[in-house]
Antibody, heavy 122, light 107 residues
């Protein structure tokens, strides 16, 4: 059973870079069995997919955020990370890490972290 | 990006009711559609994928149908633990997109 846990600052100043890490347990990122994603949810709103990374380092970013997003992976720590640059108040949201399997659900997110609220404010 | 709409945006129902939620994609997505349940303060939970395949451990009162552009989630006999917000998501093409959600609350 894969488990995901987000970590990182809960408060980020405008124009700075938001940085979050997702630690994976119960499975190895290096196994190649999953795609690893970030999803965010603005307060009281719907869900927005930010992008994914595969263990090989291949990525896809949502065009709506592509110019500001970097997702990276550290297989030695079994972690993947999100960086979002030049943040504004509009980036205040709960950020989730999530995954989908290369077989079975293939694109539907079957594992989720608990989510972490990031507030952008000075 | 493929746009996803859901209807209704909210509904009130009673325990034991049959509830149907509709999801519509702006273009055909075959059966690449998932349904999630989200309770306040919690992460979404996958209920159904491939439009109609029940995720392991999800009660059989949940069912999904549809293909192409129109999909439905049905809860056959609403239980108290089913009061939540439900989202659909397409994974036919990048970027994956979600519907705006349907909140199911107590009548």
């Amino acid at each position: 059973q894969v488990q995901l846990q987000e970590s990182g600052p809960g408060l980020v100043k405008p124009s700075q870079t938001l940085s979050l890490t997702c630690t994976v347990s119960g499975g190895s990122i290096s196994s190649g069995g999953y795609y690893w994603s970030w999803i965010r949810q603005h307060p009281g709103k719907g869900l927005e997919w930010i992008g994914y990374i595969y263990y090989s380092g291949s990525t896809y970013y949502n065009p709506s955020l592509k110019s500001r997003v970097t997702i990276s992976v550290d297989t030695s720590k079994n972690q993947f990370s999100l960086k979002l640059s030049s943040v504004t108040a509009a980036d205040t949201a709960v950020y989730y890490c999530a995954s989908w399997g290369i077989t079975g659900t293939t694109g539907a997110f079957d594992y989720w972290g608990q989510g972490t609220l990031v507030t952008v404010s000075s | 990006a493929i746009r996803i709409t859901q209807s209704p945006s909210s509904l009130s129902a009673s325990t034991g009711d049959r509830v149907t939620i509709t999801c519509r994609a702006s273009q055909g997505i075959s059966s690449y559609l998932a349904w999630y349940q989200q309770k306040p303060g919690k992460a979404p939970k996958l209920l159904i994928y491939a439009a109609s395949t029940l995720q392991s451990g999800v009660p059989s009162r949940f069912s999904g149908s549809g293909s192409g552009t129109d999909f439905t989630l049905t809860i056959s006999c609403l239980q108290s633990e089913d009061f939540a917000t439900y989202y659909c998501q397409q994974y036919y093409s990048y970027p994956f997109t979600f519907g705006p959600g349907t909140k199911v609350d107590i009548k």
